[in-house]
C-alpha cells in the first residue's frame, strides 16, 4: 500500500513539475508583441519593470525565518560604522563544523578583550579623508583614527584565536610613524582637535607669534584710544573699531569709511592709527593662514600615500567589532555556545530550553522549548493553528544559522546543535520568494523537488502538502519525506493531513 502511495505521488510531482516548467518555457517564447506599446511617458511609468531580488531556495528560507533581523541586531550592537558595514559585507555563514567551533573562540575571545568596547567615533573619525576631503577636520580625523587604532593594537598582542595581519604587521607599522598623529593638539577629553600644533612647523609658530604679538599691539592701541576719546566707539567688523560722525564733515578728516547709515548722513570711520594696526593684524593673520595651509598639504600628501595600510588596518578593527557585536548580542537573549557536530556525528540538534531569536529580539514573553532532531529522522507537528508550530520551526532553523554565524544560541548550557551545510526552510513565504510568478502549490513542488536533490541538509516544512486536494497533498508529503530521510537529511515538517501524521506513526524509528 505505502508503494502505491509513493509511486502515485511521484507520478504527480513529475506530471506537476513538466506542467510548471512548460509554463514557464511559454513565457520565455512570447514575443515582443504581447507588450503594450508605450506611448507617453506616463504609460512607459505606468509600466516600468521594476528590479526584482532573486533569491535561491537557500537565500529564500534565510530570508523566511527572519534572519535579516538577526543581522540588523548584531549591527546595533556594532560600536563603528565600519563594523556595522562588516556585518552585510563579510561572509558570515562558515562552511563546516570545524570553522564554527574556531569562529566560536574568537567571538568569545573579542567578548572578553574587547568588554570595555573599542574607541569607536574616533574610528569612524577618517572617515571624511577616506571620502576624499582634506583640511583640519579631515586631517586631525586621521590623527584620531590612529590613536584608536594603537589602543586596539595593544589589546589584539593579546588574542590568540583571531589574528590581525594589518595591525600586527608592516602596515601598522607604517601608519604608527605617521607625522599626522602628532600634528594635532589634544583637548581635555582626550581628543585631538583641529588646531595644529605648534611642533609641526617652525613657519607655523613663527607665523602664531606675530599673530599674537599683533593681536596684543591692536587690543592697547584701542583701549589707550578710547580713554584719551569722548568719541563713543563701537567694533562693526572683526579688529575694525569705528566711531559715527557727520558724513559733511568727513572730507575734512583723515580717517576711513567703513559704512554709512541707512540715511546716509551718518558715516562711520575707522582712526587712521587704529586702521594700521588691524590691517597688520590682518596680514598676520593671513601668513598663519598660509603657514597652516602648507602644513594640512603636506599632511594629506604624507596620509593618502598611507591610505591602503590605512584601510586594511581599518578592515581588522571592524571584523573585531563586529566578533564584539555577536558576543554582545549573545549576552543580550542570555545565551550560550553549543557543543558544534557534523552530520556524521547523527547528535543533530539537541537544544535545552531554546527560544525563539526573533521573539527574543521582541521582547516578547517566550515559552522555551527542548529541540530534538538527528540526520536522517523526521519531527511531525500537528495541531491547531495558533498552536507554536511554526515559531518551532523557525526556532529550529534560526538556531541552525546562529551557529554557521558563530553567535551564541539563545538555549540552556549543554546545548548540541549540528553543523548543517545546507538550511531549507519552506515557511512563510520562502517558495514565492524563490518562484514569485508560480501559485502557492506550484512554488512547493519546486521547492520540495530542489530539497529532494540535497543531502546531510536540515529541511523544514510549515503545512507539508497543502494548496491542493487534501488526499494528494497528503501523498506527496509522505513520498516526499520518505525520499528525504534516505538521504540523512533531519527534516521537521508541521501538517494537518491525516496520511502525513500516520506514516510518522507507522514510523516511530524514523
Not at 87 to 94: D, F, I, N, T, Y
Request: with cysteine; glycine share 6%; proline share 3%.
Amino acid at each position: 500500500m505505502l508503494l502505491n502511495i509513493i509511486l502515485a505521488a511521484v507520478d504527480v510531482l513529475v506530471v506537476q513539475g513538466l506542467l510548471f516548467q512548460t509554463k514557464i518555457q511559454l513565457q520565455e517564447k512570447q514575443p515582443s508583441s504581447f507588450l503594450i506599446p508605450r506611448k507617453s511617458v506616463a504609460v512607459e511609468n505606468a509600466f516600468e519593470v521594476k528590479q526584482v531580488k532573486k533569491f535561491s531556495p537557500e537565500s529564500a528560507s534565510i530570508e523566511a525565518l527572519g534572519w535579516p533581523r538577526i543581522l540588523k541586531a548584531v549591527q546595533l550592537r556594532c560600536g563603528s560604522s565600519l563594523g556595522a558595514a562588516m556585518v552585510v559585507s563579510e561572509p558570515w555563514l562558515v562552511k563546516n563544523a570545524n570553522e564554527a567551533k574556531e569562529a566560536y573562540d574568537q567571538v568569545l575571545e573579542a567578548g572578553k578583550l574587547l568588554k570595555d568596547g573599542i574607541a569607536n567615533s574616533r574610528l569612524d573619525a577618517a572617515n571624511d579623508f577616506l571620502d576624499g576631503k582634506g583640511g583640519a577636520e579631515a586631517m586631525a580625523g586621521v590623527a584620531n583614527t590612529l590613536d584608536a587604532l594603537e589602543e586596539l593594537v595593544s589589546i589584539t598582542a593579546q588574542f590568540k584565536c583571531f589574528e590581525c595581519p594589518a595591525l600586527s604587521g608592516s602596515d601598522w607599522f607604517k601608519l604608527r610613524e605617521a607625522k599626522v598623529r602628532d600634528a594635532f593638539e589634544i583637548d581635555n577629553n582626550g581628543i585631538r582637535s583641529t588646531r595644529l600644533s605648534n611642533t609641526c612647523s617652525s613657519a607655523l609658530q613663527e607665523a602664531r607669534n606675530q599673530v599674537r604679538r599683533a593681536e596684543e599691539a591692536h587690543k592697547s592701541a584701542v583701549s589707550k584710544f578710547m580713554e584719551e576719546s569722548k568719541t563713543h566707539y563701537f567694533e562693526i567688523e572683526q579688529n575694525r573699531v569705528v566711531t559715527a560722525v557727520d558724513r559733511a564733515s568727513v572730507s575734512k578728516k583723515k580717517e576711513n569709511i567703513r559704512g554709512l547709515s541707512r540715511s546716509g548722513k551718518t558715516a562711520y570711520v575707522e582712526p587712521e592709527k587704529l586702521r594700521k594696526l588691524a590691517d597688520a593684524l590682518e596680514k598676520a593673520q593671513y601668513a598663519q593662514q598660509q603657514a597652516e595651509d602648507a602644513v594640512l598639504a603636506s599632511l594629506w600628501t604624507e596620509v593618502r600615500l598611507l591610505e591602503s595600510e590605512l584601510r586594511l588596518c581599518l578592515i581588522d578593527a571592524g571584523r573585531l567589532d563586529a566578533l564584539r557585536a555577536r558576543f554582545r548580542l549573545g549576552n543580550a537573549w542570555r545565551g550560550s555556545v553549543p557543543r558544534v557536530t557534523t552530520v556524521a556525528s547523527t547528535d543533530g540538534i539537541l537544544a535545552l530550553e531554546a527560544r525563539h531569536p526573533v521573539l527574543c529580539l521582541d521582547n516578547t514573553q517566550v515559552t522555551p522549548v527542548d529541540l530534538d532532531l538527528a540526520p536522517g529522522r523526521c519531527a511531525i507537528l500537528q495541531g491547531a493553528n495558533g498552536g507554536g508550530k511554526t515559531q518551532y520551526l523557525g526556532t529550529l532553523g534560526l538556531l541552525a544559522l546562529l551557529v554557521k554565524a558563530a553567535i551564541p544560541i539563545p538555549a540552556a548550557q549543554g546545548s548540541i546543535v549540528t553543523f548543517f551545510p545546507t538550511i531549507l526552510a519552506d515557511v512563510e513565504n520562502a517558495a514565492k520568494l524563490t518562484f514569485p510568478n508560480a501559485s502557492t502549490y506550484e512554488g512547493f513542488l519546486y521547492f520540495a523537488s530542489y530539497a529532494l536533490n540535497t543531502e546531510k541538509a536540515l529541511i523544514l516544512f510549515d503545512e507539508l502538502g497543502s494548496g491542493t486536494d487534501s488526499a494528494e497533498g497528503g501523498a506527496i508529503g509522505v513520498a516526499i519525506l520518505e525520499s528525504l530521510l534516505q538521504k540523512q537529511n533531519a527534516v521537521c515538517a508541521a501538517t494537518h493531513h491525516p496520511s502525513v501524521k500516520a506514516q510518522a506513526i507507522s514510523r516511530p524509528e524514523a
